[in-house]
């Protein structure tokens, strides 16, 4: 017969074994791969970081809402809701500020943090702060990417882990960081509420690597395009480079440069 106090040890002994197993699968579970398409199937796994209250912000319709952070070994990947629908690249106040150092003595002081990055998304600009200086910054210097392109009410952000915003120093100077978005404009709302922004430890284990898709034909009759959006201008440098890029590219049969004064097609012989 067992008594209590065995009964007692089983129990714990039990947990713990349950804990040893089950623990290291919640902490260290690979991310999963986000894919920079305006989609948001591939963030379903992860749970949002932080919930802002709805309805806090003094007027207005952007109101910000659940934002979710991940990371692989190239990006680091923000998904954020802003209740109104909106394009994210105009038209618009939110300031995204990032501690990349988790040290609220450095960089920019905003919000209870020390921000070395500050993006504002409508003007498409912003600064990179090292020391006592700062340096303007275009969306270039820091490999950033949203998604979607068009109007929406949550939109994914992707940022270059490896930039130097200023070709000297690293946008991301530690492991740990902190975020806090703001609107700018009448509505004025915070993400987060309180100082101090939302913490986030980049993950260690990475998705596997994607395997590069190649644009040889798959069947002797098809046909491969390529189309392209840039500032094209007439008898431009650019131009120049193009002619020169595309004799460079193999396996494509058409490729084109298109804006709104002038379109270029490039064809294979």
Known sequence: MIS?????????SITFLITLIIFPVLIFAQPPQIFMDGQFEDWQSLFPLYSDPLGDQQSGNLD?????????????YLRIEVG??????????????????????????????????????????????VGSNSFPI??????????????????????????????QNPLFGGNTIRVVFIDQGAGQDHLPDSPGGVLFTLAAQYPPPLTPISIRRNEANSFRVLSYNVLLEENSILQSELDKT??????LDSLIFTNKKLTKVYESN
């Open 4 to 12: 209590r106090m065995g009964i007692r040890m089983m129990a714990k």
């Open 64 to 76: 910000f809402g659940r934002l979710w952070v991940t990371n692989d070994a190239d990006y680091l």
């Open 84 to 129: 109104g629908e909106i394009n994210i690249q105009d038209l618009n106040n939110i300031t995204l500020y990032l501690d990349t150092d988790d040290n609220a003595n450095t960089g920019i002081a905003i919000h209870g943090i020390g921000a070395e990055l500050q993006w504002t998304f409508g003007t498409r600009n912003g600064l990179f702060k």
């Open 138 to 167: 275009t969306h270039r210097n820091i490999g950033l990417v949203t998604m979607p392109t068009i109007s929406s009410t949550e939109f994914e952000i992707a940022l270059d882990r490896n930039a130097q915003p200023d070709n």
């Open 246 to 251: 595309y004799s460079q590219v193999e396996y």
